[in-house]
């Protein structure tokens, strides 16, 4: 007969739990983000819950879109509480991506409503080429 000790299973498994929930945590630390293209030009939906517009900062270089947004826990206490515990606090994110057209960086838009980051990145037109003479 063959037993297997209840410490080293129990170990394995739990290990195997911390790594799902591991995983989940990093997701969500990540927002979720959508990226849709028309001609003219690409539509970004980020999910960013809890965060104020002053907390997001948005930047555009050539086809690098970068995203860093802020979620702060602001609460009062009344006089006399103290905290037992506490999970939520202050949360960073961060999402960077390249898109494939350059992004005209002067008519880009950003609007933040009811939690939800919309970017509007029109494309760059090819008329900002220029026409070089082969002498």
Do not use: C
């Not at 394995?12 to 979720?32: I, K, T, Y």
């Not at 819950?49 to 690098?64: A, F, Y």
């Not at 991506?97 to 950003?110: G, K, N, P, S």
């Amino acid at each position: 007969m063959f037993v297997v000790p209840m410490t080293r299973s129990s170990h394995v498994l739990s290990r195997g739990f911390d790594h799902w929930f591991a995983a989940d945590a990093e997701a969500a630390r990540r927002p979720a983000l959508d990226v849709a293209e028309s001609d003219a030009a690409y539509t970004v939906t980020l999910d960013l819950p809890g965060v104020n517009k002053e907390d997001v900062k948005v930047s555009v270089e050539g086809r690098r879109v970068s995203i860093e947004a802020q979620a702060r826990n602001e609460e009062e206490r009344k006089d006399g509480d103290r905290i037992v515990y506490r999970e939520r606090s202050v949360s960073s994110f961060s999402r960077s991506f390249r898109l494939a057209a350059e992004i005209d960086q002067a008519t880009t838009q950003a609007r933040l409503e009811n939690g939800v980051l919309t970017l509007t990145l029109p494309k760059r037109n090819g008329s900002n080429a220029a026409r070089i003479t082969v002498n």
